[in-house]
T-cell receptor, first 116, second 111 residues
Framework: DSGVTQTPKHLITATGQRVTLRCSPR?????VYWYQQSLDQGLQFLIQ???????AKGNILERFSAQQFPDLHSELNLSSLELGDSALYFC???????????????FGPGTRLTVL | GQNIDQPTEMTATEGAIVQINCTYQ??????LFWYQQHAGEAPTFLSY????GLEEKGRFSSFLSRSKGYSYLLLKELQMKDSASYLC????????????FGQGTELSVKP
């Protein structure tokens, strides 16, 4: 158990719908990262937040958005869903940037999204 | 651009040693990570290299050559439970902490 929690574990929805995925980082971690893992794309970085502020952005679609709240939990919002959005969505957290050279990321169990 | 290459799959025998290679081309470099991922589960951290050389951690070792853009993960005394996907990931310079992952190497350990 990494200490990172994600809900829900599974989500089945239809094309065109909107969903929200939730992540709670490990206690004390200020950085939260979102990754998407599909069969043909591997693990792709979407976005990073650090203490409530966006820190880095990957190839995140405009239909996707995220935020990190004052209690440090984060939500990833996916809208106008398409079949190709079906994937595992992982959240990871790490110790405060700059504190440790390693800055290892701990991954949550993921949310499996199926778009029908 | 950023590119990370690793073999798609490998097979090895229980008790043997296997080396999984990773080559990378990134804009800036601030560390290379190896993660293990069992099917449907979260990636778990194995090792980290930021300087050239070998880092040893029990049955697992990882090597880095920054000038060659090359790393390998060495697994000794293979066990059946080591069957998993092994992900090589690079952290760039001044890009927050984001990791760029390779496609992963699916390792099958046979009795």
């Amino acid at each position: 158990d990494s200490g990172v929690t994600q809900t829900p574990k599974h989500l089945i929805t239809a094309t065109g719908q909107r969903v929200t995925l939730r992540c709670s980082p490990r206690s004390g971690d200020l950085s939260v990262y979102w990754y998407q893992q599909s069969l043909d794309q591997g693990l792709q970085f979407l976005i990073q937040y650090y203490n409530g502020e966006e820190r880095a952005k990957g190839n995140i679609l405009e239909r996707f958005s995220a935020q990190q709240f004052p209690d440090l939990h984060s939500e990833l919002n996916l809208s106008s869903l398409e079949l190709g959005d079906s994937a595992l969505y992982f959240c990871a957290s790490s110790v405060p940037s700059g504190v440790a050279r390693l800055d290892e990321q701990f991954f949550g169990p993921g949310t499996r999204l199926t778009v029908l | 651009g950023q590119n990370i290459d690793q073999p798609t799959e490998m097979t090895a025998t229980e008790g043997a040693i296997v080396q999984i290679n990773c080559t990378y081309q990134t804009s800036g470099f601030n560390g290379l990570f190896w993660y293990q991922q069992h099917a449907g589960e979260a990636p778990t951290f194995l090792s980290y290299n930021v300087l050239d050389g070998l880092e040893e951690k029990g049955r697992f070792s990882s090597f880095l050559s920054r000038s060659k853009g090359y790393s390998y993960l060495l697994l000794k005394e293979l066990q059946m439970k080591d069957s998993a996907s092994y992900l090589c990931a690079v952290r760039g310079q001044n890009q927050g902490g984001k990791l760029i992952f390779g496609q992963g190497t699916e390792l099958s350990v046979k009795p």
